[in-house]
């Protein structure tokens, strides 16, 4: 069974800092694993999607890589700001065997804090 | 502006009592998700359709929960009667033509509260 783990649950950083948010998965049957963040009492905002084939993708601050044989995904902020304060869900798709319908499995998200 | 909204966003009702959430997705977008997110079980995915076909309900318990897409524009999500262990938050994504293989789009969701 598909499990998708996101280390630490909480992180606080003070602004200005790098840092890396970490999804892994035990299944590396993947079709493709996307990154969102979430805001308080609002709904996930897409951030970035990597496909299997692909190693990583990059949007202005964020970078995320993708390795399926070890069953991990970084997402990598840099230059934080207290705007990036919000959860960070990461999720997978895959496609079950005996099944014609994919499945998709998020992790229960890291929630960052940025300082001021 | 391309957004996939849901109404109502709140909803408080008393226990076995009939609730339909709605959901308009993006604009040509043919796939629609279904989520319910507590902070017990975090975010899970009830359903989702195709070009208005179910593909996968697995997650949606079926005794009391249906979800419907009368038309391109509007997917539903029911549930008769409603339970306390319903309270959560409801989502609905929105994905292009490749389905769950895409990115989904979410909408801000309906917070259901059953008393």
């Known amino acids: 069974k598909q499990e998708v783990t996101q280390i630490p649950a909480a992180l606080s950083v003070p602004e200005g800092e790098n840092l890396v948010l970490n999804c892994s998965f035990t299944d590396s049957a993947i079709y493709n694993l996307q990154w969102f963040r979430q805001d308080p009492g609002k709904g996930l905002t897409s951030l970035l999607l990597?496909?299997?084939?692909?190693r990583e993708q990059t949007s202005g601050r964020l970078n995320a890589s993708l390795d399926k044989s070890s069953g991990r995904s970084t997402l990598y902020i840099a230059a934080s700001q207290p705007g990036d304060s919000a959860t960070y869900l990461c999720?997978?798709?895959?496609?079950?065997?005996?099944?014609?319908?994919?499945?998709?499995?998020f992790g229960s998200g890291t929630r960052l804090s940025i300082r001021p | 502006d391309a957004r996939v909204t849901q109404t109502p966003r709140d909803k408080v009702t008393e226990m076995g009592q009939e609730v339909t959430m709605r959901c308009q997705p993006i604009l040509g977008h043919n796939t629609v998700f279904w989520y319910r997110q507590t902070m017990k079980q975090g975010l899970e995915l009830l359903a989702y359709?195709?070009?208005?076909?179910?593909?996968?309900d697995s997650g949606m318990p079926k005794d009391r929960f249906s979800a419907e897409m009368p038309d391109a524009t509007l997917a539903t999500l029911k549930i008769q009667p409603s339970e306390p262990r319903d309270s959560a938050v409801y989502f609905c994504?929105?994905?292009?033509?490749?389905?769950?293989?895409?990115?989904?789009?979410f909408g801000p969701g309906t917070r259901l509260t059953v008393l």
């Open positions: 994504a929105s994905g292009g033509q490749g389905g769950a293989y895409n990115e989904q789009f």
């Open positions: 359709f195709r070009n208005r076909a179910p593909l996968d």
């Open positions: 999720a997978v798709v895959l496609k079950p065997q005996y099944s014609s319908a994919s499945k998709i499995i």
């Open positions: 990597i496909q299997s084939s692909q």
